[in-house]
């Protein structure tokens, strides 16, 4: 080690991070020069809807599985406890709900992008809105995912920073504008592996070097950090069963129900049936990864206990610090956990380049410009290009965030995943709602998440100023009479605020919570300027595009009757003239009884 804290990689650990780029890389290549090659549409952004469940299932967890996570969840636990472990009742819900109801609905009417729904339901205007909308929240994303590993890497390992950053973001931008999706399926779930086992090895030597799992129990538990089950309700309170557990639900079903990057796997299966499989077989999947992220947060307390490392400026550069710490004697493995930690980036990444070349290229170009396949195919290769470029230009802004990476992360798709959650809800479950109130309740939640999330930032940074002034009276009792009355004026307008419901405890709000309120606002704000303008009429809904909740509750006890489908945006009106087809009675799904028509059960192109 030397003076500055770096524990630097030998010549294996370079070998193997190395490997790990050529081998996504290797993937990418492999899939543009086979096959189709890539050449249409189709193929590059839906993988000729062929792809099967086991595959979609692990790469739909490593979309959002990212290096976030294995940073930021094992530095939770290790600072805060197992109560985070909570969250993974979300996922039971999380995954439930968009199995049942939100693939369903987007299968059926045959869709390439989650945004032409919001056309079909309500107007281009609500469509253009939302997919902007979508274009900021992964921009952002991008910019944390791929900041974060390297940014820790170069603080532990001194691993030049921008170096790392480039790395990344070429070798994903490349093997994504190369390959489609189904290099980016592919590679996360070569990647997918890659991060269970560097979690893993580091979690047995790290046991190891701690004496035993035995051992690990006693200091955790004798530390604190085994977490029974909060059921305190107040929502300002950061992490308890409430907020992870009914919180954490909205948080899931804005990532795995309206997320274009998930919904565009949904899409790329054979069949609607497959499609909810692959929903159903991420819950073990993320569970395995929580337990794994957890667990390394438990013994890396056991290791280093309560003691502060002056060498680890932040919590979130405590993982790299142990693994480069603990694992210093066994040459490869510092590598492996790192390239378990890019896997993570990459995987995410990639998801995001791809959702976003769709989004734009089927929502914002296609409708206004007419070109044939392979002019397509070429603008959708460049903008995949043009996005790693962005994210590489987010990525310098990223490192003004002073928060932790997890809550970062969360609070971003909490502030801008909720409003887009509520907007598709509205649509789905409240047939009455319009196109007016779907902009006015898309705004009002937009401006609620900036200003609940700006207002807590704003509110955290005026603690280190009150510890400043405190520390500031001690040391210096020539000025004390002054500090003494400011912290008390302070003082006195925090227990003021905090005695009642107002902006203070808005502002305090858990960023669990951020989803479910900006949600809701939408959905309520939506009803309300529906019902002022005039509700939608029955005969105006195009078919397939509600979801019959109070029908189906009726119909439970009986037989259900398949919906009728709308079929996909580019053949048909937006205006309810909807061409029916029929399809075999054994491939007929039973989900959204809303239509006593037949079902479709299709394989349509883009």
Same mark, same amino acid.
């Given at each position: 080690?030397?003076?500055?804290?770096?524990?630097?990689?030998?010549?294996?650990?370079?070998?193997?991070?190395?490997?790990?780029?050529?081998?996504?890389?290797?993937?990418?290549?492999?899939?543009?020069?086979?096959?189709?090659?890539?050449?249409?549409?189709?193929?590059?952004?839906?993988?000729?809807?062929?792809?099967?469940?086991?595959?979609?299932?692990?790469?739909?967890?490593?979309?959002?599985?990212?290096?976030?996570?294995?940073?930021?969840?094992?530095? *939770?636990?290790?600072?805060?406890?197992?109560?985070?472990?909570?969250?993974?009742?979300?996922?039971?819900?999380?995954?439930?709900?968009?199995?049942?109801?939100?693939?369903?609905?987007?299968?059926?009417?045959?869709?390439?992008?989650?945004?032409?729904?919001?056309?079909?339901?309500?107007?281009?205007?609500?469509?253009?809105?939302?997919?902007?909308?979508?274009?900021?929240?992964?921009?952002?994303?991008?910019?944390? !995912?791929?900041?974060?590993?390297?940014?820790?890497?170069?603080?532990?390992? !001194?691993?030049?920073?921008?170096?790392?950053?480039?790395?990344?973001?070429?070798?994903?931008?490349?093997?994504?504008?190369?390959? %489609?999706?189904?290099?980016? $399926?592919?590679?996360?779930?070569?990647?997918?592996?890659?991060?269970?086992?560097?979690?893993?090895?580091?979690?047995?030597?790290?046991?190891?070097?701690?004496?035993?799992?035995?051992?690990?129990?006693?200091?955790?538990?004798?530390?604190?950090?085994?977490?029974?089950?909060?059921?305190?309700?107040?929502?300002?309170?950061?992490?308890?069963?409430?907020?992870?557990?009914?919180?954490?639900?909205?948080?899931?079903?804005?990532?795995?129900? $309206?997320?274009?990057?998930?919904?565009?796997?949904?899409?790329?299966?054979?069949?609607?049936?497959?499609?909810?499989?692959?929903?159903?077989?991420?819950?073990?999947?993320?569970?395995? %990864?929580?337990?794994?992220?957890?667990?390394?947060?438990?013994?890396?307390?056991?290791?280093?206990?309560?003691?502060?490392?002056?060498?680890?400026?932040?919590?979130?550069?405590?993982?790299?610090?142990?693994?480069?710490?603990?694992?210093?004697?066994?040459?490869?493995?510092?590598?492996?956990?790192?390239?378990?930690?890019?896997?993570?980036?990459?995987?995410?990444?990639?998801?995001?380049?791809?959702?976003?070349?769709?989004?734009? #290229?089927?929502?914002?170009?296609?409708?206004?410009?007419?070109?044939? /396949?392979?002019?397509?195919?070429?603008?959708?290769?460049?903008?995949?290009?043009?996005?790693?470029?962005?994210?590489?230009?987010?990525?310098? @802004?990223?490192?003004?965030?002073?928060?932790?990476?997890?809550?970062?992360?969360?609070?971003?798709?909490?502030? $801008?995943?909720?409003?887009?959650?509520?907007?598709?809800?509205?649509?789905?479950?409240?047939?009455?709602?319009?196109?007016?109130?779907?902009?006015?309740?898309?705004?009002?939640?937009?401006?609620?998440?900036?200003?609940?999330?700006?207002?807590?930032?704003?509110?955290?940074?005026?603690? +280190?100023? *009150?510890?400043?002034?405190?520390?500031?009276?001690?040391?210096? +009792?020539?000025?004390?009479?002054?500090?003494?009355?400011?912290?008390?004026?302070?003082?006195?307008?925090?227990?003021?605020?905090? %005695?009642?419901?107002?902006?203070?405890?808005?502002?305090?709000?858990?960023? #669990?919570?951020?989803?479910?309120?900006?949600?809701?606002?939408?959905?309520?704000?939506?009803?309300?300027?529906?019902?002022?303008?005039?509700?939608?009429?029955?005969?105006?809904?195009?078919?397939?595009?509600?979801?019959? @909740?109070?029908?189906?509750?009726?119909?439970?006890?009986?037989?259900?009757?398949?919906?009728?489908?709308?079929? *996909?945006?580019?053949?048909?009106?937006?205006?309810?003239?909807?061409?029916?087809?029929?399809?075999?009675?054994? *491939?007929?799904?039973?989900?959204?009884?809303?239509?006593?028509?037949?079902?479709?059960?299709? /394989?349509?192109?883009?």
């Amino acid at each position: 080690m030397d003076p500055t804290g770096h524990k630097y990689f030998g010549t294996v650990d370079y070998v193997i991070f190395a490997l790990l780029l050529i081998a996504s890389m290797t993937i990418g290549l492999y899939y543009a020069f086979t096959g189709g090659r890539q050449r249409t549409t189709q193929e590059l952004l839906f993988a000729d809807r062929k792809m099967k469940c086991l595959p979609l299932s692990l790469s739909l967890m490593a979309t959002f599985q990212s290096a976030v996570a294995i940073i930021g969840t094992p530095a *939770e636990v290790f600072t805060n406890g197992t109560q985070y472990w909570f969250i993974g009742c979300s996922y039971i819900l999380g995954l439930l709900i968009p199995a049942h109801i939100f693939i369903p609905v987007f299968y059926r009417l045959h869709l390439t992008s989650a945004y032409q729904y919001l056309e079909l339901r309500f107007s281009k205007a609500v469509r253009i809105c939302g997919t902007v909308t979508f274009i900021f929240q992964m921009v952002i994303y991008m910019g944390v !995912g791929i900041y974060t590993p390297a940014l820790a890497l170069n603080a532990v390992t !001194g691993f030049n920073l921008w170096g790392a950053v480039l790395a990344t973001g070429s070798v994903c931008t490349l093997y994504t504008a190369l390959g %489609g999706l189904k290099a980016v $399926v592919w590679t996360d779930v070569f990647q997918t592996v890659v991060m269970f086992t560097g979690q893993l090895a580091v979690i047995i030597v790290g046991i190891q070097q701690a004496g035993g799992l035995s051992e690990v129990w006693v200091k955790v538990r004798e530390g604190g950090r085994i977490s029974g089950i909060d059921l305190n309700p107040d929502p300002t309170v950061r992490h308890t069963f409430w907020t992870l557990g009914v919180g954490g639900v909205f948080l899931m079903l804005s990532l795995y129900g $309206v997320n274009q990057a998930q919904v565009q796997r949904y899409l790329s299966t054979r069949t609607e049936r497959e499609a909810v499989m692959s929903c159903y077989m991420v819950f073990p999947c993320l569970q395995v %990864g929580l337990t794994l992220s957890c667990l390394m947060g438990l013994v890396m307390y056991a290791c280093y206990g309560d003691e502060s490392n002056p060498y680890v400026k932040s919590k979130d550069q405590m993982v790299l610090y142990f693994v480069m710490d603990m694992l210093q004697d066994f040459p490869g493995l510092p590598g492996l956990f790192v390239a378990c930690l890019f896997s993570a980036s990459l995987s995410t990444i990639s998801s995001a380049f791809n959702s976003l070349t769709t989004v734009t #290229m089927v929502d914002l170009i296609k409708p206004h410009y007419s070109m044939s /396949e392979s002019r397509a195919t070429l603008l959708s290769k460049i903008l995949a290009l043009s996005y790693g470029i962005i994210c590489l230009a987010v990525s310098y @802004v990223v490192h003004l965030m002073n928060s932790s990476v997890l809550q970062a992360a969360l609070s971003i798709f909490g502030m $801008v995943g909720g409003p887009l959650l509520g907007l598709f809800c509205l649509g789905i479950f409240f047939p009455c709602a319009n196109s007016i109130g779907a902009l006015i309740g898309l705004a009002a939640g937009l401006v609620m998440a900036f200003w609940i999330g700006i207002g807590g930032f704003l509110a955290q940074i005026s603690i +280190p100023v *009150e510890v400043y002034l405190l520390n500031f009276t001690n040391t210096r +009792p020539d000025v004390s009479d002054n500090i003494t009355a400011l912290t008390a004026t302070i003082d006195s307008a925090h227990n003021k605020s905090s %005695g009642r419901l107002g902006l203070h405890g808005l502002y305090s709000l858990s960023y #669990m919570w951020y989803s479910a309120v900006n949600s809701s606002t939408v959905v309520l704000i939506g009803l309300i300027f529906s019902f002022m303008t005039g509700p939608t009429k029955p005969n105006d809904i195009t078919s397939g595009t509600v979801y019959p @909740v109070v029908k189906n509750l009726q119909n439970l006890s009986k037989p259900s009757v398949c919906c009728s489908s709308s079929p *996909e945006l580019r053949n048909k009106e937006v205006n309810g003239n909807v061409k029916e087809e029929s399809a075999p009675a054994e *491939e007929r799904e039973t989900f959204l009884p809303s239509h006593p028509t037949p079902c479709v059960e299709h /394989e349509t192109s883009v």
